[in-house]
């Protein structure tokens, strides 16, 4: 494949209807997608949660998400780096998502109490790490066992050319987007508009060693109705609410997507709400691939729109998921 690579990566589609392609129910068997998910459950994020794309955390304003029940704020200090904390002022309880910030500290709209890295009485940071691509956040009391110092990242591409984070909310867990993930056998069923002639190569067996628990699964991205791109890429769980697809041959080598599902708060209808985050970060040794970075402005919302569009879907799979074993 790599030397198809080399030449021109597009191949001309020869697909067959969506009603006669090969039925994949037989391989995705529940037993070894629920094993692949116990797997994942017990590899422990160390207490840290994707708050949201670095982005989404601009100089000069505080950014607000309530993760796993609790309200936080992020802001930026002068100097640009991350800090984090509860979202309600000490004083009166006042929102602190839209503080302005002043000399690297929140400041309340309600009296002006200035609220900093350093803390203050009744009001203390939380722990908070920005790795380039993603803002993240650690709680400690919800951590299994120890906390870890950062958070658990698996493959990234050395050289990134282009980095574009979509994010999604459904009704469900975040077990049930990390289920969703591995059962790759989904994929050309569910979304036909963009993947074809998938086959899952090798899947872990139930009783896999943890140097082995991957997927590996060839398939082609679809451009367009008549040409694709064929690839080769590994599906793994870096933690417990993490899976990363890497792309190990084809074009792009080495191009991830990591998708995070960070547990919010239950809705009014008495669901949960998980954020699904997903970063997709693209790299190609092609020598006009580098011309990316000029047009990254343009490209990201693009990337991103077509990520939302695979998850609107998978959405309704995670959240399926979630009725049916929740179901009294």
Do not use: K
């Amino acid at each position: 494949m790599n030397e198809l690579r080399r030449v021109n990566p597009l191949r001309r589609l020869h697909r067959p209807r969506w009603a006669e392609q090969q039925p994949t129910w037989a391989d995705a068997t529940p037993g070894l997608i629920g094993a692949a998910m116990g797997r994942a459950q017990n590899r422990s994020p160390g207490g840290w949660f994707v708050l949201a794309a670095s982005r989404e955390i601009r100089p000069g304003r505080a950014f607000g998400r309530v993760v796993a029940g609790r309200e936080l704020v992020a802001w930026r200090d002068d100097d640009g780096a991350l800090h984090a904390g509860p979202g309600a002022c000490p004083h009166l309880g006042a929102a602190l998502c839209d503080a302005p910030v002043h000399d690297g500290q929140l400041v309340c709209r309600w009296h002006g109490m200035a609220l900093g890295p350093a803390g203050r009485p009744g009001w203390q940071p939380v722990p908070a790490h920005d790795d380039g691509v993603l803002a993240w956040v650690r709680l400690d009391d919800l951590a299994d066992g120890r906390p870890a110092d950062a958070p658990v990242l698996g493959p990234r591409p050395a050289g990134r050319d282009l980095a574009a984070v979509a994010t999604v909310i459904g009704r469900c867990e975040p077990e049930d987007v990390i289920a969703n993930r591995l059962d790759p056998w989904h994929g050309v069923w569910f979304h036909p508009y963009s993947f074809t002639a998938l086959r899952v190569l090798s899947a872990p067996p139930i009783d896999c060693p943890p140097a082995e628990d991957r997927f590996l699964v060839e398939v082609t991205f679809t451009v367009g109705r008549r040409f694709g791109v064929p690839v080769r890429a590994e599906f793994s769980c870096p933690d417990a609410r993490t899976i990363t697809m890497e792309i190990v041959d084809g074009e792009g080598t080495g191009s991830v997507v990591e998708t995070h599902a960070t547990p919010l708060r239950t809705g009014q209808d008495g669901l949960p709400r998980t954020a699904v985050i997903e970063a997709v970060l693209a790299h190609s040794d092609r020598p006009g691939f580098g011309h990316a970075r000029r047009v990254a402005g343009a490209l990201r919302p693009l990337v991103a729109v077509a990520a939302r569009r695979l998850w609107r879907d998978d959405i309704a799979y995670a959240e399926r998921r979630y009725a049916l074993r929740t179901r009294s």
